[in-house]
């Protein structure tokens, strides 16, 4: 590994005699006088950071000769101090680093870089894993999907096993930003039950980020959105293997994953795989209603939900001359699933009859499957504290519905199972150059569909987005600005038109050609509080931003199966723009055993897209009426809390979450806002390695419904989980849904044939880790 440069300035630099002289004779030959810039600058403020990393030091002694004013830095590494006889040298003292004493040179601004003084071990460097928005929060857990329904702000969405999509402030899909690395996740995010293919055992860390207008998240993030990030190098050389498995009692799931990574000198790199079978999902009903008609369910199973799903993921990091760094990653995943007969056409008694097949499924069915190659190099730190970072990537992602055949109004069947197909190209590239002030860069990420299937849904498109963007710290503030410009491009589509006799009548024109050219961007405004002598720190942030529409919601004309709906887009939608506060708190670190967090904001949105009823009913029987996107003006509010207690070998904790969504002109609500949730836990330690705990998550009515939409019950949901760590690895297991309660889940779409969610499972797990350290030569 190289060594860590020595200490610089932004200043002139005093650390050796030879600089001392220098600046002597100059200033002998211009005849100033000393006394002449101590009286100009008499106060001095900047940053104090670490060598390389950039990362603010804090309780940094900063000492100011020859008056010997002292100050510290904050948590930020900011410092501001004053000498009435002006300051000819700054003494900066840190613990585990090298005292440094400079002189200030011209200007009252000063930043310093001190050196660690750990540098010599023969260690890979760690990059730091935090995010760039100061506002995103680490999610942990075994299963991501009940990390999301425990955090306040949160929900999964349930797809199945196989499938990713979380809901955040009550919004979903492409008004949630999905990024793994840094790159946004574009395959078939325009649809609630078009969720993410990636498995979060196969990543390093997972972050979330709330609200809308973040810069490096894209134009998507209005709801906020989660980061991903790839394993990262050990702090110490050698071989890290992380192995999981897992049954789950209920729907018969059993998932295994296993991770490899090795880290060494100037090089690490990664290897992984999982994959799961899963059974038909059990659900405490025994019938249902769908368009007046009653059907039963055997066994209480919801047939053809069962699949299978496989990822895999490789990466590598390697030093390169000058101090630069390259990183490659590559990751594939493939997910076959059924669809419960009722989500394509009307259900028929005899196929929700037919015998279950354990881990196999039949038509109805999907089909999803992506690759990704990611590339990214970055430049050392150079004396001011620049580097340079280029990040590109290619993705493909191909999704494939196939369905018994059956015709859409008069006409003949289709002659194929393929109802639908989506094949996506998608690129990213991202230029950046940071500094010890801010960071400006470029975004560019297109997107390329080719759709077929006899179930027209969306016309063939393309879209490309190009940002500049750009951020700059101040003291405790953050600035950012980001300019876009989006270009939608669709393909026009029309079918022959038949009569009640078959005959071909005319033609149904079901897209137009479409070209637009829409700009937009975002400013945001940030200020990191931390009262001195208070026991809490956070952030308050005002942000403006637009959205331009998606593609789905300009072009879209069909049934979507995923909602149920006959569904039409409007190729005149104008951008979102909208306006949001937030604020953010957390306790510090307290010898009194308790901490909380709390998080607030307000939205105002203009041309907000929503999804509403028409006055005109779907050409195809079972579709109902036809649902249109259009632009309302809407207000969105909420609150989110968490506390924790520890006494002793007991734990408590408590997160709660309450969300308002409205169209502002009729005062209904937003299409399946999330209602007020509080998720409780107590735990308690029987002994070293036993862990006990005890959950409830409660669920409130929800009433606030958009236009003909039903309200749904409120539930109490009641969890056991038990753990046992030892050495070989931690054996645990989970108990969700105890009682076994039947609750209609406001944010699925199947709650519009009354189906509940998933009802009581039982989940045994292992996971273990095995490290091989080797002694630094």
């Given at each position: 590994?190289?060594?860590?440069?020595?200490?610089?300035?932004?200043?002139?630099?005093?650390?050796?005699?030879?600089?001392r002289?220098?600046?002597?004779?100059?200033?002998?030959?211009?005849?100033?006088?000393?006394?002449?810039?101590?009286?100009?600058?008499?106060?001095?403020?900047?940053?104090?950071?670490?060598?390389?990393s950039?990362?603010?030091?804090?309780?940094?002694?900063?000492?100011?000769?020859?008056?010997?004013?002292?100050?510290?830095?904050?948590?930020?590494?900011?410092?501001?101090?004053?000498?009435?006889?002006?300051?000819?040298?700054?003494?900066?003292?840190?613990?585990?680093?090298?005292?440094?004493?400079?002189?200030?040179?011209?200007?009252?601004?000063?930043?310093?870089?001190l050196?660690?003084?750990?540098?010599?071990?023969?260690?890979v460097?760690?990059?730091?894993?935090?995010?760039?928005?100061?506002?995103?929060?680490?999610?942990s857990g075994?299963?991501?999907?009940?990390?999301?329904?425990?955090?306040?702000?949160?929900?999964?969405?349930?797809?199945?096993?196989?499938?990713?999509?979380?809901?955040?402030?009550?919004l979903?899909?492409?008004?949630?930003?999905?990024?793994?690395?840094?790159?946004?996740?574009?395959?078939?995010?325009?649809g609630?039950?078009?969720?993410?293919?990636?498995?979060?055992?196969?990543?390093?860390?997972?972050?979330?980020?709330?609200?809308?207008?973040?810069?490096?998240?894209?134009p998507?993030?209005?709801?906020g959105?989660?980061?991903?990030?790839?394993?990262?190098?050990?702090?110490?050389?050698?071989?890290?293997?992380?192995?999981?498995?897992s049954?789950?009692?209920?729907?018969?799931?059993?998932?295994?994953?296993?991770?490899?990574?090795?880290t060494?000198?100037?090089?690490?790199?990664?290897?992984?795989?999982?994959?799961?079978?899963f059974g038909?999902?059990?659900?405490?009903?025994?019938?249902?209603?769908?368009?007046?008609?009653?059907?039963a369910?055997?066994?209480?199973?919801?047939p053809?939900?069962?699949?299978?799903?496989?990822?895999?993921?490789?990466?590598?990091?390697?030093?390169?001359s000058?101090?630069?760094?390259i990183?490659?990653s590559?990751r594939?995943?493939?997910?076959?699933?059924?669809?419960?007969?009722?989500?394509?056409?009307?259900?028929?008694?005899?196929?929700l009859d037919?015998?279950?097949q354990?881990?196999?499924?039949?038509?109805?069915?999907?089909?999803?499957?992506?690759?990704?190659?990611t590339?990214?190099?970055?430049?050392?730190?150079?004396?001011?504290g620049?580097?340079?970072?280029?990040?590109?990537?290619?993705a493909w992602?191909?999704?494939?519905?196939?369905?018994?055949?059956?015709?859409?109004?008069?006409?003949?069947?289709?002659?194929?199972?393929?109802?639908?197909?989506?094949?996506?190209?998608t690129?990213?590239?991202?230029?950046?150059?940071?500094?010890?002030?801010?960071?400006?860069?470029?975004?560019?990420?297109?997107?390329?569909?080719?759709t077929?299937?006899?179930?027209?849904?969306?016309?063939?498109h393309?879209?490309?987005?190009?940002?500049?963007?750009?951020?700059?710290?101040?003291?405790?503030h953050?600035?950012?600005?980001?300019a876009?410009?989006?270009?939608?491009?669709?393909?026009?589509?029309?079918?022959?038109?038949?009569?009640?006799?078959?005959?071909?009548?005319?033609?149904?024109?079901?897209?137009?050609?479409m070209?637009?050219?829409?700009?937009?961007?975002?400013?945001?405004w940030?200020?990191?509080?931390?009262?001195?002598m208070?026991?809490?720190?956070?952030t308050?942030?005002?942000?403006?931003?637009?959205?331009?529409?998606?593609?789905?919601?300009?072009?879209?004309?069909?049934?979507?199966?995923?909602?149920?709906?006959?569904?039409?887009?409007?190729?005149?939608?104008?951008s979102?723009?909208?306006?949001?506060?937030?604020?953010?708190?957390?306790?510090?670190?307290?010898?009194?055993?308790?901490?909380?967090?709390?998080?607030?904001?307000?939205?105002?949105?203009?041309d907000?897209?929503?999804?509403?009823?028409?006055?005109?009913?779907?050409?195809?029987?079972?579709?109902g009426?036809?649902?249109?996107?259009?632009?309302?003006?809407?207000?969105?509010?909420?609150l989110?809390?968490?506390?924790?207690?520890?006494?002793?070998?007991?734990?408590?904790?408590?997160?709660?979450?309450?969300?308002?969504?409205?169209?502002?002109?009729?005062?209904?609500?937003?299409?399946?806002?999330?209602?007020?949730?509080?998720?409780?836990?107590?735990?308690?330690?029987?002994?070293?390695?036993h862990?006990l705990?005890?959950?409830?998550?409660?669920?409130a009515?929800?009433?606030?419904?958009?236009?003909?939409?039903?309200?749904?019950?409120?539930?109490?949901?009641?969890?056991?989980?038990?753990?046992?760590?030892?050495?070989?690895g931690?054996w645990s297991?989970?108990?969700?849904?105890?009682?076994?309660?039947a609750?209609?889940?406001?944010?699925?779409?199947?709650?519009?044939?009354?189906?509940?969610?998933?009802?009581?499972w039982?989940?045994?797990?292992?996971?273990?880790?095995v490290?091989?350290?080797?002694?630094?030569?």
């Amino acid at each position: 590994m190289r060594a860590i440069p020595p200490a610089h300035a932004a200043g002139v630099g005093a650390c050796g005699v030879i600089w001392r002289i220098l600046l002597a004779f100059f200033l002998v030959l211009n005849g100033t006088q000393i006394k002449a810039q101590k009286d100009l600058f008499s106060e001095r403020n900047g940053h104090i950071l670490r060598s390389e990393s950039q990362v603010p030091l804090q309780d940094v002694l900063v000492v100011a000769w020859p008056c010997a004013q002292t100050t510290t830095t904050d948590r930020f590494g900011f410092y501001q101090i004053e000498c009435s006889e002006g300051i000819d040298s700054i003494t900066c003292t840190a613990l585990h680093h090298e005292t440094l004493t400079i002189l200030p040179g011209i200007g009252d601004h000063l930043d310093i870089w001190l050196k660690p003084l750990e540098v010599q071990l023969n260690l890979v460097a760690i990059e730091s894993l935090r995010s760039p928005e100061a506002e995103a929060q680490r999610l942990s857990g075994f299963d991501l999907m009940q990390a999301l329904d425990r955090t306040p702000g949160l929900q999964s969405l349930d797809l199945g096993d196989a499938m990713m999509q979380p809901v955040v402030r009550g919004l979903v899909g492409s008004r949630v930003a999905f990024l793994e690395d840094g790159v946004p996740q574009q395959g078939g995010r325009w649809g609630a039950d078009h969720g993410v293919l990636a498995d979060p055992d196969l990543y390093g860390s997972m972050e979330w980020v709330p609200g809308g207008g973040h810069l490096w998240m894209g134009p998507e993030s209005v709801g906020g959105g989660l980061r991903l990030t790839s394993p990262k190098p050990s702090e110490t050389l050698g071989t890290e293997t992380a192995f999981g498995a897992s049954f789950r009692f209920g729907d018969q799931r059993f998932k295994s994953h296993v991770l490899h990574a090795v880290t060494k000198d100037s090089r690490f790199w990664y290897l992984g795989v999982s994959g799961s079978a899963f059974g038909n999902q059990n659900i405490p009903q025994a019938s249902f209603r769908y368009i007046g008609r009653s059907y039963a369910l055997t066994d209480q199973l919801l047939p053809n939900t069962s699949g299978r799903s496989m990822h895999g993921t490789a990466g590598f990091e390697r030093s390169v001359s000058k101090g630069g760094k390259i990183e490659a990653s590559m990751r594939v995943s493939d997910v076959v699933q059924g669809l419960f007969p009722g989500i394509v056409g009307v259900p028929r008694q005899g196929d929700l009859d037919a015998p279950s097949q354990t881990y196999r499924s039949g038509i109805p069915q999907q089909h999803a499957t992506r690759t990704q190659l990611t590339g990214q190099w970055k430049s050392a730190t150079n004396v001011l504290g620049k580097s340079q970072s280029l990040k590109a990537s290619v993705a493909w992602n191909q999704r494939l519905e196939l369905a018994p055949p059956h015709a859409h109004g008069w006409g003949p069947e289709p002659d194929s199972d393929l109802s639908l197909s989506l094949k996506e190209w998608t690129g990213f590239l991202e230029s950046t150059s940071r500094g010890p002030h801010g960071t400006w860069g470029m975004q560019l990420e297109g997107l390329a569909v080719a759709t077929a299937g006899w179930e027209f849904l969306l016309p063939s498109h393309c879209r490309l987005r190009w940002s500049i963007l750009g951020e700059k710290s101040i003291g405790r503030h953050k600035l950012g600005i980001r300019a876009d410009l989006v270009g939608a491009e669709q393909v026009g589509h029309e079918e022959p038109l038949y009569d009640a006799v078959g005959a071909i009548v005319g033609s149904d024109r079901r897209a137009s050609a479409m070209r637009r050219l829409i700009p937009g961007g975002m400013a945001s405004w940030l200020v990191n509080l931390g009262p001195v002598m208070a026991a809490w720190t956070g952030t308050a942030s005002v942000t403006a931003y637009t959205r331009a529409p998606s593609n789905y919601e300009l072009g879209a004309h069909g049934v979507h199966h995923g909602t149920f709906r006959f569904e039409q887009g409007n190729a005149a939608l104008p951008s979102e723009k909208s306006v949001e506060a937030r604020f953010q708190a957390r306790s510090l670190a307290s010898k009194a055993g308790w901490n909380w967090n709390v998080k607030a904001f307000s939205a105002l949105h203009r041309d907000f897209i929503a999804l509403g009823p028409s006055g005109t009913f779907a050409p195809i029987s079972h579709a109902g009426q036809v649902y249109t996107f259009e632009s309302v003006n809407a207000f969105r509010t909420g609150l989110e809390a968490s506390v924790q207690v520890t006494k002793g070998v007991w734990l408590a904790s408590a997160d709660g979450s309450l969300l308002g969504q409205w169209d502002v002109e009729t005062g209904l609500g937003l299409p399946f806002t999330t209602p007020a949730q509080l998720h409780t836990v107590i735990g308690r330690n029987l002994n070293q390695n036993h862990h006990l705990t005890v959950s409830c998550r409660a669920i409130a009515d929800a009433t606030l419904t958009a236009r003909n939409e039903a309200p749904t019950e409120g539930a109490l949901l009641w969890g056991l989980g038990w753990s046992l760590a030892r050495r070989v690895g931690t054996w645990s297991i989970n108990l969700h849904n105890a009682s076994n309660t039947a609750w209609l889940d406001h944010t699925s779409a199947y709650r519009a044939l009354g189906l509940v969610a998933q009802g009581r499972w039982m989940q045994l797990s292992f996971t273990t880790s095995v490290k091989q350290s080797k002694k630094n030569k």
